[in-house]
């Protein structure tokens, strides 16, 4: 009985820093948070009742409405694509023999870097006639040059992949040889046709405004949508990690099994890799859900640099109630606005958890 | 019983070496940057003995990044300084929840623009310490390089602008202008033509003259004088003039301390702001900072009197005469080294001409604040980017402000 009891305070006592830390700064703060939601408050004279007051001006005021969705439509193709992403990165690196150090160490990079500097940079290569805009622009120039090596490598290799299996079997469409002799002859081509002057280079002047813009593309601004492709960047290569940690307690008789079986590679990655890695998945998909509903700090530092509705998302209309510039505070407004995200996060985690991926592996 | 009469010497001879006050510690507080050697300046060259004689220490903390954020949170946690600057553009949020003592002292002296701006519900609650306006900056090499006349204080929009597209013609790597598509530039243009930000009613009507200034400030891109700073990697118009990108700009004189750092050597000139070509008269913003003291604080009454020290005639002219910032007293406005030839005092002069332009408004939007310019910077920001054209930009900018101002 004694044994019992003492174990269970010492329980008691190893829980007792984080319960004090919670106590304190989340159930407290989440209960005045709430009481705050319901009344007009400036910080400095006594918070007055209004009753959902605040609640009904959020569902009216444009920038709240603009701010979900700009939240919800960032969430989604972010998290999608990070995921994504950080799977067929952490597959490609798990199957990299040579360098595998190496390549883990370059593509953790980005992650490593403080996310205020990472926008810094990114403002700099997101400027009208900047980096970004002048990938674009050699694309777009050089598009029939790009277009005729494609369909020159396509037909080459096609060609070579034909002759060879007439003599023998088993020859692969992706025979590395082939491959490498068929780039070869399109560059030539290419080189032979721009010689002869058959392929004009476009000169355009493109100014692409990625920030400052208040255009839309699809259901987001342009702004978030540059905004996603920074932090898609920075986000992946730690997720990356993360599956490729899954990735190496995968059994490889697993791999074995099936290949004696006569599975082919993305047979085994659709039915052996996928489903193992659901608990990392899970994992990832509701850190990438929670990260990206809640983002702010990107946005805070773009500034003026792109117009207030190219950029507000729900966290930074909270923090512009409470602080709006040259103006009293709205705690209040902050406050109901906060509640709506944090449900908002806890239904989109709740409802992820119940329809889409699996906490347990099959 | 013989120790008592040595007791009553020793507490009579501190007493007499008491000053006049009990000794009194100030806690006061401004953001970093050039401030700070203002501020340390002050005390130490200036109001040293003073503040000696008065029994009162100063403890200066400057504050880097947010300074208003600092300062309401400060002052709602009860560890906010005792006196403290206000910026004119959110000193109502803090005069309004009453979190500044009124000032009591003589206020004569200073320039009825500035106090008026520190005035809320008839009563004063910060000295203005300095203030800033509008001028146009412009590298002299630049414009003796394309061979084009030096702007200058006769100069219309319209003439300003056909100087700039020369300059951009003659030397094509250089712009006239970098253009920021914010109020805190455009206003000036937009105020010259007698237009208010606010009319009788409080309401916010974009009109006529407003369209004017508007057409004329989105158009210098597409007319050659001018290109977006943005895009020349810069986030205001003085980063262009520093790095000879741009050959004018459009600042207040805080662009010296700036160019002091970035262009020691350029050959700065400096004039008054272009007048409207139609009414003939020129529009200015005001920026200006005050000291508040804290209405909580326990040593108010010192907390008052540093205050006062440090805006007086002999402190602001000391301020002046390093070329820090410019005297909110009307005294000073023909101090001699005012009429120097050095580029800091032709600027200052320059700028604190621009005070006494025809229609000038403090940088300053009533209850709302800052988020008041948002619909004017949307506007010019996607005209000049050519992502709207002025009649759709502005009527959206004009249903913005009906909605704003509604509630």
Request: hydrophobic share 50%.
């Amino acid at each position: 009985m004694s044994r019992v009891s003492s174990d269970e305070r010492s329980g008691w006592l190893f829980v007792l820093p984080f319960t004090i830390s919670m106590t304190l700064f989340f159930v407290y703060a989440i209960v005045r948070t709430a009481y705050y939601s319901f009344t007009e408050y400036d910080l400095f004279t006594a918070p007055s009742f209004v009753g959902l007051s605040n609640y009904t001006t959020l569902v009216s005021d444009e920038l709240f409405l603009i701010a979900l969705r700009n939240t919800i439509g960032f969430s989604l193709i972010v998290t999608t694509v990070q995921t994504v992403l950080a799977l067929a990165l952490a597959v490609l690196v798990n199957h990299a023999v040579r360098v595998r150090g190496l390549v883990r160490t370059v593509f953790y990079l980005p992650s490593i870097m403080s996310s205020a500097a990472m926008t810094l940079i990114f403002l700099w290569l997101f400027q009208r006639d900047g980096f970004m805009t002048a990938i674009v622009s050699t694309v777009l120039a050089y598009r029939r040059h790009m277009l005729l090596f494609f369909v020159g490598m396509a037909a080459l290799q096609g060609a070579l992949v034909l002759n060879a299996r007439r003599s023998y079997e088993g020859v692969s469409i992706f025979d590395p040889f082939f491959l490498l002799a068929a780039a070869f002859g399109a560059l030539a081509l290419i080189v032979a046709c721009a010689l002869a002057g058959l392929l004009p280079v476009f000169d355009n002047d493109l100014l692409i405004s990625w920030l400052n813009t208040q255009r839309h593309f699809l259901f987001m601004p342009v702004t978030l949508w540059s905004v996603a492709l920074m932090n898609i960047f920075t986000t992946v290569p730690t997720l990356m990690l993360l599956f490729l940690a899954g990735l190496q307690s995968i059994p490889s008789a697993l791999y074995d099994a099936a290949e004696i079986d006569g599975a082919n590679a993305f047979q085994r990655f659709r039915h052996i890799t996928v489903p193992a890695l659901r608990p990392v998945t899970f994992a990832v998909v509701t850190m990438g859900v929670i990260g990206t509903l809640q983002m702010f700090d990107q946005v805070a530092i773009l500034g003026d640099a792109a117009p207030l509705a190219s950029r507000v998302t729900l966290a930074y209309y909270v923090y512009e109630s409470a602080f709006p510039a040259g103006a009293s505070s709205r705690i209040g407004m902050a406050s109901a606005a906060a509640l709506v995200l944090g449900i908002l996060t806890i239904a989109v985690v709740y409802a992820q958890k119940s329809v889409g991926v699996k906490e347990r592996a099959e | 019983m013989l120790f008592r009469p040595a007791k009553a010497l020793a507490v009579a001879i501190m007493l007499l070496g008491l000053p006049a006050l009990a000794d009194e510690t100030v806690r006061i507080s401004g953001w970093g940057g050039s401030e700070v050697a203002i501020v340390n300046g002050l005390l130490t060259n200036v109001l040293a003995e003073k503040l000696a004689k008065e029994g009162i220490t100063v403890k200066y903390e400057p504050v880097d990044g947010d300074f208003s954020q600092f300062i309401i949170n400060g002052l709602s946690a009860g560890t906010a300084p005792d006196l403290f600057y206000v910026d004119v553009f959110w000193a109502r949020s803090i005069f309004s929840a009453g979190q500044a003592a009124p000032v009591t002292q003589d206020v004569s002296g200073f320039s009825a623009n500035l106090l008026e701006a520190f005035t809320y519900d008839g009563k004063l609650y910060a000295i203005p310490k300095d203030f800033n306006t509008l001028a146009v900056h412009f590298n002299k090499d630049i414009f003796d390089d394309a061979g084009v006349a030096y702007p200058s204080d006769d100069d219309t929009w319209t003439t300003l602008q056909e100087k700039l597209v020369a300059v951009h013609t003659a030397l094509p790597e250089v712009d006239g202008l970098c253009i920021v598509p914010e109020y805190a530039r455009f206003g000036a243009f937009a105020l010259s033509t007698g237009w208010s930000p606010f009319d009788r009613q409080g309401k916010t009507v974009l009109d006529e003259r407003f369209r004017r200034a508007f057409d004329f400030y989105t158009g210098l891109v597409k007319s050659g004088a001018a290109v977006m700073a943005a895009d020349a990697g810069q986030s205001w118009t003085g980063g262009c003039l520093a790095s000879e990108r741009a050959a004018i700009a459009i600042e207040g004189a805080w662009i010296i301390s700036a160019l002091r750092d970035s262009a020691p050597n350029m050959n700065l000139g400096t004039v008054r702001m272009p007048k409207d070509p139609e009414s003939g008269k020129r529009g200015n913003i005001v920026f200006t900072v005050g000291w508040a003291v804290n209405a909580a604080s326990k040593v108010s009454r010192a907390a008052a009197k540093v205050a006062a020290l440090l805006t007086t005639e002999e402190a602001q002219q000391w301020v002046l005469e390093q070329g820090l910032a410019l005297p909110s007293r009307t005294g000073l406005a023909d101090n001699p080294w005012l009429r120097g030839g050095q580029p800091e005092q032709m600027t200052s002069r320059v700028v604190l001409e621009g005070l006494s332009d025809d229609h000038v408004t403090p940088y300053f939007f009533g209850d709302v604040g800052g988020s008041w310019m948002q619909p004017i910077n949307a506007a010019l920001n996607s005209v000049i980017l050519g992502e709207a054209d002025a009649d759709t930009a502005l009527a959206s900018a004009q249903s913005a402000f009906d909605r704003m101002l509604a509630k």
